[in-house]
């Protein structure tokens, strides 16, 4: 296991079995709110693919790099057919339906992903809703870092989202790090989102999750 640590933070990433059984074991024992993200070779769902699944809490991060062989995909369909049956609450992501989207066309269950940071942190302020600049303005500049040094990276060696190596320490500290700062996001932000906005909050989901099976089954539409 390749494993760090940034402000009380640990992040780790699967690599081998022993690496799977201790995600597995903290996924089983993580008494907080867990959230899911995804890294992928660009924005469109129909045509980029799935690279890296993300789950994390407010203090661990573990990145999952699907893209190297079907023993990381098994362990991203177990953490979904666990998150499912255990009966422990539903998964956060940061702009759910992309990352539904995403995982659904690369073959992954999503139903136990029912909460959106993202929704919750535009409410609360418009201008501030994306990730990296909405935890940044909450936690400081630090959270900044794993991204300025893999855009760095990038730029030097001529890599896009799609040709970056998928073993590369900054890309996979940059996912890492993503599921963590949406659950601390989530849980700053839930108790200001009940008391004023719950109601858009719940429509917010509510539409995001129509939006995804019509994407996804079509929809008919009058022409006339």
Do not use: C
């Not at 998150?83 to 609450?89: C, D, N």
């Amino acid at each position: 296991m390749t494993e760090w640590m940034n402000e009380k933070t640990q992040l780790h990433i699967v690599k081998t079995e022993a690496d799977r059984h201790e995600f597995e074991d903290w996924l089983q024992a993580a008494g907080g709110r867990i959230a899911v993200d995804t890294e992928t070779t660009g924005l469109d769902v129909w045509h980029d693919r799935l690279r890296v699944v993300q789950f994390g809490d407010a203090w661990h991060g573990w990145a999952i790099p699907v893209e190297m062989s079907d023993f990381h995909r098994h362990i991203v369909n177990w953490a979904m057919w666990y998150m499912e049956s255990s009966g422990k609450q539903p998964l956060i992501a940061h702009r759910m339906k992309f990352d539904i989207q995403f995982l659904r066309n690369a073959g992954f269950k999503t139903r136990r992903i029912l909460e959106d940071s993202k929704a919750a942190a535009w409410l609360l302020n418009p201008a501030m809703s994306s990730l990296k600049p909405a935890a940044a303005q909450r936690f400081g500049q630090w959270v900044l870092e794993g991204e300025t040094k893999m855009k760095d990276l990038m730029k030097k060696n001529k890599w896009t989202w799609e040709t970056i190596p998928i073993d590369t320490f900054e890309y996979l500290y940059y996912a890492g790090m993503d599921p963590v700062l949406t659950a601390r996001l989530y849980e700053m932000n839930q108790p200001l989102v009940d008391q004023h906005y719950r109601e858009l909050y719940d429509l917010e989901l509510e539409v995001a999750l129509i939006m995804v099976e019509a994407e996804q089954r079509g929809m008919n539409v009058d022409l006339n």
